[in-house]
């Protein structure tokens, strides 16, 4: 066990749906990161908050949305689902948010399964 | 932007040594990480460099060149359970400071 909590494990839905993915990070961790892995593809940076404000952002579709509350965990929220955003998705977490050691380990939760049919 | 390169497949048997290197191209870089994935499970730490040279831990260690823009991960005395992708990882602060992954190195080692 990480200490990254994810929900659901896995969560099969059809196209145009909208579901909501959850993650609480390691207890004394600020910043939360999202990431897409498509099958047998690398980790694609999604966005990233620290202590409830947006971070960072990668190329996260505007049918995607994310936030951070104010007990630090954090949803993602899929909107009008495709077949293509079937895929594996990571929450992460780290102490800090910039620069150090700190920052650059990040803890994995063991992700959400999603499958659009 | 940032773009990292890194092979897509290494094969090896048990005992033998790998070596996995990774080019970057950031515009304010901060270091350079390694994260293990095995098959369904989730990437887990390995190392971070954020100053040119060799960290060691145990049988695997990192290396970097910042100069070069450039740093390998080894893999000494592969184990079956070393089989797994290897991701080199690292952090723009021209780039709002993500994280960025490469696509990953699947290590397969042989009996």
């Known amino acids: 066990d990480s200490g990254v909590t994810q929900t659901p494990k896995h969560l099969i839905t059809a196209t145009g749906q909208r579901v909501t993915l959850r993650c609480s990070p390691r207890s004394g961790d600020l910043s939360v990161y999202w990431y897409q892995q498509s099958l047998d593809q690398g980790l694609q940076f999604l966005i990233q908050?620290?202590?409830?404000?947006?971070?960072a952002k990668g190329n996260i579709l505007e049918r995607f949305s994310a936030q951070q509350f104010p007990d630090l965990h954090s949803e993602l929220n899929l909107s009008s689902l495709e077949l293509g955003d079937s895929a594996l998705y990571f929450c992460?977490?780290?102490?800090?948010?910039?620069?150090?050691?700190?920052?650059?380990?990040?803890?994995f939760g063991a992700g959400s399964r999603l499958t659009v049919l | 932007g940032q773009s990292l390169e890194q092979p897509s497949e290494v094969t090896a048997v048990e005992g033998a040594i790998v070596q996995i290197n990774c080019t970057y191209q950031t515009s304010g870089f901060y270091g350079l990480s390694w994260y293990q994935q095995h098959d369904g499970g989730a990437p887990t730490f390995l190392s971070y460099?954020?100053?040119?040279g060799l960290e060691e831990t145990g049988r695997f260690s990192s290396f970097l060149s910042r100069s070069d823009s450039y740093g390998y991960l080894l893999l000494q005395e592969l184990q079956m359970k070393d089989s797994a992708s290897y991701f080199c990882?690292?952090?723009?602060?021209?780039?709002?400071?993500?994280?960025?992954f490469g696509g990953g190195t699947r290590v397969l080692v042989k009996p």
């Open positions: 992460a977490s780290s102490e800090n948010r910039t620069g150090g050691t700190g920052a650059n380990v990040l803890t």
């Open positions: 990882a690292v952090r723009d602060r021209a780039a709002g400071n993500k994280l960025t």
């Open positions: 908050y620290y202590n409830g404000e947006e971070r």
């Open positions: 460099n954020a100053l040119d």
